[in-house]
């Protein structure tokens, strides 16, 4: 019998992935703060067909059957995230002890259901509390976050192996601070760079704190995003750069290098600060591990009238889009985590999301729901993560995005990434196709790939 040829290393880690705002509902109970994703969500016009997280998932109060679904697929973690205003409504201070025992009871169900809980501190839903206090755009905010951290350390560490500290710094900055479509809704270029610059320096006094509170492992987690040039010209070739130093090491630079690249100030111009060099100190903390989100590539011309960039993305004729309009292009998996060792080095890395938006079936009369492009596109980025570990790349696991259908943020519920299905009107999950093939991708520890 030859050995199948799929097969992912022994240990390998096998996950879902969710987040607060986008699952939990019932955002302000039991004396929780109302976080900006709350308000943002309730402010007419911001979001598509007005939906709101109020009820989302029912998660908050679905939370152990749900995690009877994490099990029924064989999932081995699960990564969640904790909404900050839940456990100290007011950002800092008092904390709300209902609150953190939601987080503290999911944990629970995890273990008891031997499944790894792997928690996230802030997935872009900060307390609203701290927002009027200027929120990532105040400095003291890295001491906000890393006092919220250490909290839950306290409470969660002797249960919770592995913390991130962010989810996609990147897109708190370009959706909330430079072009608006998300929550708080800025637009405007002086503030971007500082957002992204707190976030970073928040992100290293939580690593900081978790060598005083914890101790299993922590990182930090980004959207990786690989661009390739739409042509061998020199404006092209530049653009391209740009994009690359704009969403894929504005972040990671800092946090695993000490400094920014080069680009950033060519692209924002005057509204690039002048950082204090201590800065590169706190936002430098040493991480065991970083998490990549990917999705999707682009292909990057140059344009003028882009700002901030002067590039844009080039939509590729002949190749398949989801429904939120990115290619699917597997191959940039493998190219991004090559790309990631070489600039970084030798980090232990996971992908903590990847997954695709397709508009569903409605479920079949025999409960089936088949999903063939998801079903496609998970199976595609799979086998590329393969290469990438036989490529030498040091991954020790993969969480698949979403284990439910669940709030795409602005767009509401109409972008379904769920392994399950779920209809919002009756709180009914159904396992997808793709479901099915992800169980058995579980079990035969990546065997099923070779069929
Ligand atoms: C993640 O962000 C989030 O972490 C998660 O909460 C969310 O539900 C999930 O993905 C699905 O969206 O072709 O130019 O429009 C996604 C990060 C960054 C990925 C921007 C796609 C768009 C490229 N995204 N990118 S473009």
Redesign the pocket.
């Known amino acids: 019998m030859t050995r199948p040829s799929f097969r992912f290393p022994d240990g390998f880690h096998w996950g879902a992935a969710t ?1 607060a705002y ?1 699952i939990e509902g019932s955002p302000l109970a039991d004396g929780a703060g109302p976080s900006i994703w709350q308000r943002f969500a309730h402010t007419p016009g911001m979001m598509v067909n007005g939906d709101t997280g109020d009820v989302a998932c029912d998660h908050y109060r679905r939370y152990k059957s749900d995690v009877q679904l994490m099990k029924a697929l064989g999932l081995q973690g699960y990564r969640f995230s904790i909404n900050w205003a839940r456990v100290l409504p007011e950002g800092t201070g008092r904390v709300n002890p209902k609150g953190l025992d939601f987080y503290s009871r999911l944990v629970d169900e995890l273990l008891e259901n031997g499944i790894a809980p792997n928690a996230t501190l802030f ?1 872009w839903d900060l307390p609203a509390a701290l927002d009027d206090r200027g929120g990532w755009l105040n400095r003291d905010i890295a001491h906000w976050f890393a006092d919220y951290a250490e909290v839950m350390f306290k409470a969660l560490d002797d249960r919770v192996p592995r913390w991130s500290t962010l ?2 710094p990147w ?1 708190v900055t370009d959706g909330g601070y430079l072009h608006g479509a998300l929550a708080p809704g800025h637009r405007n270029k002086f503030e971007a760079p500082i957002a992204a610059h707190n976030l970073m320096r928040a992100s290293g006094a939580g690593i900081q704190a978790y060598r005083a509170h914890g101790k299993h492992e922590i990182g930090v987690v980004f ?1 990786i ?1 690989p661009k390739y040039p739409y042509s061998d010209s020199a404006e092209d070739l530049a653009a391209t750069r740009r994009a690359h130093a704009y969403m894929n090491q504005q972040f990671a630079d800092p946090a695993l290098l000490g400094s920014y690249p080069p680009e950033l100030k060519e692209i924002f111009g005057e509204a690039w600060p002048d950082f204090p060099a201590d800065d590169f100190e706190l936002t430098n903390q040493p991480v065991d591990f970083v998490g990549i ?1 990917y ?2 590539r ?1 292909v990057v011309k140059h344009d003028a009238n882009a700002y901030p960039l002067r590039a844009v ?1 080039v939509r590729q004729p002949n190749k398949t889009h989801t429904e ?3 290619e699917v292009f597997e191959q940039g998996l493998t190219d991004t985590l090559t790309w990631f060792k070489q600039r970084y080095g030798d980090i232990p890395l996971f992908i903590t ?1 990847n997954g695709s938006a397709f508009y569903d079936p409605p479920v079949a009369e025999n409960g089936v729901l088949d999903d063939p492009l998801r079903t496609n596109y998970l199976r595609k980025h799979l086998r590329a993560l393969h290469d990438a570990i036989a490529a030498g790349v040091n991954l020790k696991g993969y969480y698949a ?2 284990l439910l259908d669940n709030l ?2 602005s767009l509401g519920f109409s972008k379904r ?1 769920g392994l399950y299905h779920v209809d919002f009107a009756t709180q009914q999950r159904t396992p997808k196709a793709s479901a099915k093939l992800y169980a058995q991708v579980i079990e035969s520890n990546g065997g099923v790939l070779d069929e």
């Open positions: 987040s986008q997935h989810n996609e897109v959207n995003e989100n999705y999707t682009a993305p939120t309009g990115w999301e995005w979403s795409e943020w990434f």
